[in-house]
């Protein structure tokens, strides 16, 4: 079996340097919301002039503008999360509205009224004002989930991916709206994350969901996976998207890596799937009864007959279940570098790890020598399709055919190659079979008795059942995969900022089914059965 491994990364890089007029259209990049909004006196009066100042929460980081003639003002770039919004104008009270939430993708309006008073006094509006959050800059129809919900909503993969089908309109395997899900944008903060070539990359999830490792109605999916743990928000538009960031018919699916805070903060994280869990149905799995090899008579199996041992040609009273356990784990953390300023403010991080690994397994059947063909005996059919013995050995032997000891005659006997045709054969027209007596190859005899095991499924299936026979057994399939992420921060000043990421996955699969099956190669063990490249 072919082991396939694949490295993928996604490098995102954007710098947001510059001042940005506050009457410039709403600008929100595909990683980033954006603020506007209108300051107005008493009697509804545009305030034009007025200091309007945006503080990150989280990292209590600031941006500064100023309202325009008209009295509005308006920040392009804002990362999603929640933001204070403080307003100060001479001759009016300083208006202060909290835990504003941006959203990616989106354009929050927040209308302030100052009422005339002090500086020193301050108005605190704990809630937007109604009808704020209506998104009048576009028709866009989609649904945005944060980290909150991403964590608590049940995700067997737990990747974000995943969480596509829970949006309206969305078909079990990606297609959104009508649109095949080939077609669908995926943008981790701002980077292009979709297959250039399908547009549908379901390879990684495999290992996210399903049985034994297998994809069961595989979500359309960017290239790098996007675990959980490092996504801070998650929006799917499935109608009416703009082409600033779409490029194609389906859905738009918009991820942002989380942030480092100003407070350091980290989790960790492991998710075990047992066998036990896989079983849907344990009553069947143990009172359905599994033979093995043929067995006419029903012949039970000795006590501790697995697939691959014990007893051949019988009857288990229960149906193998194949080992399924799988562990996720992982961890993230995040936070200011250093606690003082840099280059005019702070840098922050933030770095997640996820680990799979699914020591799976499979079963495999190979056409394996008999005990005939083992004593140099070979079987071949005559010109009515009977399979006769023939011996390739100087001396006569006593095998088994079928269920009876036959002695077979030494190599005098002759082999006639027309008889399977329904030709005559006799005296000269035969050959044979050994010459020159040497013959059964010593070599040849050591390497199977050595290397390969005895059959154990005589069935029809593998083999032409009188010089080779099934043998089936299991075989490990293991599959490992490394999740990296990354972000850096950091804030200039209130004007200016950066901000960089990183992704990287590495997945190493079994894709084919080359087999070592006696140890014949350096790193094996004989008799342990390994997968191996073509």
Not at 10 to 33: H, N, P
Not at 128 to 136: A, V
Not at 204 to 226: D, E, K, P, W
Request: proline share 6%; net charge neutral.
């Amino acid at each position: 079996m072919k082991r396939l491994s694949i490295f993928l990364g996604l490098v995102v890089c954007v710098g947001v340097l510059g001042t940005v007029s506050a009457s410039s259209a709403y600008a929100q990049t595909a990683s980033s919301g954006s603020i506007t909004g209108l300051v107005a006196d008493p009697q509804g009066a545009s305030v034009p002039g007025a200091d309007v100042v945006l503080t990150d929460i989280a990292t209590n980081g600031k941006q500064t503008t100023t309202t325009n003639d008209s009295g509005r003002y308006n920040f392009p770039v804002v990362s999603p999360g929640l933001y204070d919004i403080t307003v100060t104008k001479s001759g009016f009270k300083t208006a202060k509205l909290a835990q504003q939430k941006v959203s990616i993708g989106l354009v929050l309006t927040v209308n302030v009224t100052m009422e005339v008073g002090s500086l020193s006094e301050t108005v605190i509006v704990t809630t937007s004002p109604l009808g704020s959050e209506l998104q009048t800059a576009n028709a866009t129809i989609g649904n945005t989930i944060n980290l909150k919900q991403l964590e608590l909503l049940p995700n067997l993969g737990r990747d974000a991916t995943s969480l596509l089908s829970l949006q309206p309109g969305v078909t079990p395997r990606g297609d959104i709206a009508g649109s095949y899900m080939d077609q669908n944008t995926f943008t981790v903060d701002g980077g292009n994350n979709t297959d250039d070539m399908a547009g549908n990359t379901i390879g990684y999830i495999q290992n996210f969901t399903g049985l034994a490792g297998a994809q069961t109605n595989g979500m359309a999916s960017g290239v790098v996976a996007t675990p959980i743990e490092s996504v801070e928000e998650f929006k799917v538009s499935t109608f009416g998207q703009t082409n600033d960031f779409n490029a194609s018919s389906g859905a738009q699916v918009q991820m942002v890596t989380r942030r480092g805070t100003d407070q350091w903060h980290g989790s960790g994280y492991g998710y075990y799937y047992a066998t036990n869990h896989g079983a849907a149905n344990s009553w069947v799995n143990n009172h359905t009864v599994f033979t093995k090899g043929v067995a006419p008579t029903g012949t039970p199996c000795a006590a501790g007959t697995t697939l691959s041992t014990g007893d051949n040609n019988c009857v288990m009273p229960f149906t193998p279940i194949i080992p399924n356990h799988r562990s996720r784990f992982g961890f993230s953390i995040g936070g200011p570098v250093v606690p003082w300023k840099i280059l005019g403010g702070k840098t922050y991080v933030f770095l997640n790890y996820e680990g799979f690994r699914f020591p799976g397994t499979g079963i495999f059947e190979r056409a394996y020598p008999t005990s005939a063909m083992r004593a140099g005996v070979i079987q071949v059919p005559d010109s009515t399709g009977a399979y006769i013995p023939y011996n390739l050995n100087p001396f006569p032997v006593t095998v088994v055919v079928g269920n009876s000891a036959v002695n077979v005659p030494n190599s005098g006997t002759r082999l006639c190659a027309l008889a399977a045709y329904g030709s005559t054969c006799g005296g000269a027209a035969g050959t044979a079979l050994d010459p020159r007596n040497i013959g059964m190859s010593s070599t040849i005899s050591t390497l199977w008795t050595k290397l390969l095991p005895l059959p154990n499924d005589p069935g029809p299936a593998t083999g032409d059942q009188f010089n080779t026979q099934g043998f089936i057994s299991t075989i490990r399939t293991p599959l490992t995969s490394n999740s990296y992420v990354g972000r850096i921060d950091h804030d200039f000043n209130s004007k200016n900022r950066f901000f960089t990421s990183f992704r990287a996955f590495k997945l190493l699969n079994v894709t084919t089914n080359q087999v070592d099956v006696g140890g014949a190669f350096a790193g094996d063990t004989l008799g342990q059965y390994a997968p191996k490249a073509p």
